[in-house]
């Protein structure tokens, strides 16, 4: 019987829990993925800023502002930042919070606000023996701007077609 | 990229026969009745689809005689391809780095006890 601190060894080196992203309903897309760690940790590391700035974005960005006000209809603010310095704002209000186990919030990319155009995120975190399953639920205020965002997901669903025609355009 | 032009490439795209026209022309440039043979669908059909993706930049028709064969424009597809990779990369990236915070968490956690 392992005991916990080895199993937390050993999910470092193990393989990576698999992202899985679909687009249920007509406008909305869920992000699902497990972690190994209690969803307490999950949470704050959802939460935090100075753990959200070692995380949130994908290589080659930093979180350069990270601007948190953790409390129903505070205001939150990400300004992602590239290496060849281009720039992703988002930002939105809370509207529910429940740590360990729920964080509901509006989202806009940008610099200006504007209600009618925000998506409205769910995380849900869950937790199972020690792990977490992290559930992002994103409502897009149309179905066309989820259609948008969607088509990452939707690529994947295609199948080898849509796989042979990336390597086919990247060969060009 | 243009945001017009990527709005319109993806609205264009949102569609499964017209994913699946651009697919086909990626093997080489085809007719309107060719286009038609895997669809159940009429050459009418078929045209306001072709129309869409004329419009977004991704096919070009060459306007001689009757059979206007159909030629997929890469540029445009390539850089929503493009765009659509960087997003989901986005959420694996992201995912794999929040894995190293919690281990280290964990860690901290753990050596404490």
């Avoid at chain 1, 940008?110 to 995120?121: F, L, M």
Wanted: aromatic share 8%; with cysteine.
């Amino acid at each position: 019987m392992c005991s916990p601190s080895s199993v937390r060894s050993q999910a470092a080196v193990a393989e990576r829990n698999p992202v899985s992203v679909t687009a249920p309903g007509d406008r909305e897309i869920v992000v699902q993925r497990d972690f190994n760690a209690p969803r307490q940790a999950v949470f704050a590391a959802y939460t935090q800023p100075a753990l959200l700035r070692r995380w949130f974005g994908p290589y080659g960005f930093t979180l350069s502002e990270c601007d948190i006000d953790l409390r129903v209809d505070g205001h939150w603010r990400y300004v992602v930042r590239g290496d060849d310095g281009s720039e992703m704002i988002m930002q939105g209000y809370f509207r529910e919070i429940d740590p360990p186990r729920l964080l509901v919030t509006t989202q806009v990319f940008g610099d200006v606000y504007v209600a009618d155009d925000a998506s409205i995120a769910t995380a849900q975190f869950d937790e199972r023996d020690g792990r977490t399953t992290l559930t992002i639920t994103v409502r897009y205020p149309t179905a066309e701007q989820r259609d948008r965002m969607a088509m990452s997901g939707m690529a994947d669903g295609m199948g080898e077609g849509y796989e042979r025609l990336d390597d086919l355009l990247a060969s060009m | 990229m243009d945001e017009n032009r990527l709005d319109a490439t993806f609205g264009a795209l949102a569609d499964p026969t017209r994913r699946a026209i651009v697919a086909r022309l990626a093997h080489g440039d085809a007719s309107v009745g060719e286009l038609c043979e895997p669809f159940a669908m009429t050459q009418p059909a078929i045209s306001k689809h072709l129309k869409v993706l004329e419009r977004a930049g991704l096919i070009s028709r060459r306007r001689d005689a009757q059979r206007r064969p159909c030629r997929l424009q890469a540029r445009p597809l390539a850089e929503a391809t493009e765009w659509l990779a960087e997003y989901r990369r986005f959420w694996e990236g992201s995912f794999e780095r929040l894995d190293d915070v919690l281990a280290e968490l964990g860690e901290i956690a753990g050596s404490s006890g």
